[in-house]
Every structure is written in C-alpha cells, then in structure tokens.
C-alpha cells in the first residue's frame, strides 16, 4: 500500500501530484513501540506475558485464575488477561498493565496448575513460574508500564474519527517532552521503579539479584555496576527509554515535514513573519489548480487580514485546523478556507478502515469458500455497515425483478 513506486500512493501520486500520503499515526506509534521493544528484557518480558496469556486461554485453568484473584488482595475490576495483540495498539497497552496487575494471582494459579497430574500443563507452569521469577522479568514488566502507561491515552486518541493531524502530533510531542523530562531524572524514576520491584520480589518471596558479571561477556548485558538498582537502570531502563523516545520522534518526522507549511494556516496572535508568510507562498504554489484564482496579491492579502482577526483580544486563538475552518468566513477568506479544508481532511489513521478486513474471516468460512464475488461484497457491506436498516420488502423488491422465478413476488 504505502511503497513509493509501486505501492498504492504512487498510482494515486502520479494521477493526483497534490494528494499527499500521510502514514497512519496509530500505526506510526504501533511501529515504534514495536521497535523500541527490541531491548532484550523488555523482548522476553513481552514474550512471557504472551505466553501466558496463551495458556490460560482456556475454560479449566482461566477457572482456576479467577479463584485466585477472588482469594486474593487485587481490587482491579479486570479478571482476565489480554493478548499482546500486534494490531490492536490498545491492547498492546492494556496486556502489559493487567499483567502488572495481576503478577500475584497469576503466579499463585500457576504453583497451583504446576501439581496437577497433566504433564502438559503442570511443565508448562513451571517453565512459566521460571520466568516470572527472574529478577530481569519484573524490573521490565516495571519499566514497561511505566513507559506504556504514557502512550496508551494517546493511543486512543490518535484513533478518533474527528482528529486532524496538527492535533495528533501535538499529542506525540507532548509524550516525547514527559519522556524526556523523565531522562533527565532517570536516577529518581527508577529509584521509584526498583522500590516496587522489591516489594513485589518479597510478595513473591524473591530478592531482586544481579547476574555475575565478568570481562568478556558478549550474549547478555555487561554494563559495570556497583548495585543492583544501578545495574538494571543501566541495562534495561535507560536502553529502553532511548529506544522508546528515538523511536517515536523517527517514526513522526515525516508528519512533521507534512505539516510543517499547513501551520501558517493557525494564527498565533501576532502579525505573520517570513517564515509563515514563505510556507504560505509554498501553499499557494503547490495548491494552485484548487485554490481560487484571484491572484498572489490578493492571496497574501487574505493571508494578513486573517491574522489580523487573531490579534483581536475578543477572538480566541484556534487550536487545530477544524477550529480553524470553524472560525474562518468562506467569503472573506476564500483561499484560507480552501487551505483549511485541505489541512483538515489529512488522513491521520485508518484504523476504522482496517479493522473491517477482519470481517473476512466472519464471512468468507470453509461452508462459503465457494461463493462469487459479488455474493461476497455484498455480505461483507451488510457486516460492515450494520447502522444501516435494511427492509425486508427492498429485498423482496429486488429479488422479484431479477429474471423469470417459479415465483411470483407480490409486494
């Protein structure tokens, strides 16, 4: 979809040179907390935490976690663990904080799976215990709540209907700046973070170790630590966090390019300088063909006057490109409205557009693998839009004009 010479935006590209491809912003941030969790512990903890997901995904034992949780101190309304899912950025979220919840109920349901006389489930519950004891597992599983606690509101937003795309990376730069803040304090963030991992390790009855350090270390971490705090704040925290504020400010640049000249549009107040008045001209040029033509004077005209308005201590500054457009007269500012418009309707997320292929799975099953194509489009629009109410006598109605029938419908 997204290649540039042979991808769908190049067609669309080369048929329509003003349209421009903006990738999805949800999926932007999915990439990049993907990435970010390239950082080994952070890598296994997010495995464990799949892992056991999975193996509670089933009647007997998710039976036994919910009775360790009613047996239990957990005062959250949530009994029951989420999949780490690669596509549902939400979820992604949500697994790693229920699973920062729910370390304790878990832990007691897998003691009591692993007597059980299945040899499946008992070893795999030692395998797992295994892991959720490791003192790396807990610092991570810290870590990445933390970090994730932070994204998952925007993670939310960045996939509303009524969002432009000004707003949405306003939102992103606003994590970035909390995540940097929290760089600059790093010894005090995790100081918080190790606090909670020994009173966890001491719940579990566990103590918070280091691994044995030696000169030629090369298949683990090896980072020269006095402590055990310094240790896992210089092989995971750190390392995670870079990764994670790296990330997201690569995977974003390229929607800052996008909107870097559309930000003229927003008044801040004061008169328009050079720089706004030059990505204005940049506006006018590329847009040409849909703006009306009334000329570069008279377009530059528009351009002061629109500021002008803002100056006015009566009229509040717009915050995003619908306030805008909201706030800007068709009439008198005819090119900043076409301009407006423009920026307002920049794609920022398709994730309504892409959950509706899973559909296909509901529809095309093993009994209708055979069906036309037509048969199938036309099932798959009556899934997809179920808002709409479709009358039984429309169908019959439909049904009665095609070709000769046995039957006769009569409406």
């Known amino acids: 979809m997204s290649g540039q010479f042979k991808g769908v935006q190049a067609f669309i590209s080369n048929k329509y040179p003003t349209a421009i491809y903006v990738h999805c912003v949800s999926h932007s941030l999915n990439l990049a907390l993907s990435n970010a969790a390239e950082v080994v512990p952070i890598r296994n903890a ?6 056991i997901y999975t193996f509670f995904n089933t009647p007997k034992r998710q039976n036994v ?10 005062n959250s309304n949530k009994t029951k663990l989420k999949q780490l899912c690669p596509t549902r950025w939400v979820e992604r979220h949500d697994s790693v904080i229920i699973m920062k919840q729910m370390l ?3 832990v007691a349901a897998l003691e009591e799976i692993q007597s059980w006389n299945c040899t499946d489930s008992s070893s795999n519950a030692f395998l797992l215990l295994s892991g959720i004891r490791q003192s790396s597992f807990i610092i991570s599983l810290l870590c990445a709540e933390k970090l994730l606690s932070y994204t998952l509101p925007i993670s939310k937003i960045l996939q509303l209907s009524d969002l432009d795309i000004s707003e949405a990376l ?5 994590v970035v700046f909390v995540l940097r803040e929290i760089r600059s304090n790093v010894e005090n963030e995790f100081k918080i973070i190790f606090d ?3 009173e966890i390790a001491n719940a579990l009855e566990l103590t918070i170790t280091m691994p044995r350090l030696t000169k030629n270390q090369t298949k683990r971490c090896n980072v020269p630590a006095e402590n055990e705090e310094e240790y896992y704040r210089r092989a995971i925290f750190i390392p995670w966090l870079d990764y994670f504020i790296n990330n997201i400010s690569d995977r974003f640049l390229k929607h800052k390019c996008i909107i870097k000249s559309f930000k003229c549009l927003l008044p801040t107040g004061n008169s328009p300088n050079q720089t706004e008045k030059s990505q204005y001209l940049k506006l006018l040029e590329f847009y040409k063909n849909d703006i009306p033509e009334n000329g570069v004077n008279a377009a530059v005209a528009e351009f002061d006057l629109w500021y002008q308005k803002f100056q ?7 915050h995003n490109a619908i306030d805008a457009l909201n706030l800007c007269n068709d009439t008198l500012f005819e090119t900043i409205f076409t301009l407006l418009k423009i920026f307002s309707t920049l794609p920022v997320s398709t994730s309504t557009t892409e959950r509706s292929f899973s559909t296909l799975r509901r529809i095309k099953t093993y009994l209708r693998n055979t069906m036309s194509q037509n048969r199938l489009n036309g099932l798959a629009m009556l ?4 808002e709409i109410d479709v009358q039984t006598s429309e169908v019959l109605s439909v049904l009665g004009k095609k070709g000769p029938r046995r039957l ?3 409406i």
């Open 383 to 386: 899934h997809i839009h179920r």
């Open 196 to 198: 909670e991992a020994n």
């Open 46 to 51: 997010f495995g464990i935490i799949q892992k």
């Open 104 to 106: 304790l109920p878990v």
């Open 312 to 318: 006015c201590p009566n009229h509040s500054l717009p």
């Open 408 to 410: 006769n419908f009569i």
């Open 170 to 174: 306003n939102n992103v730069d606003g």
């Open 65 to 74: 976690l919910q009775n360790n949780i009613e047996t239990s101190t957990y």
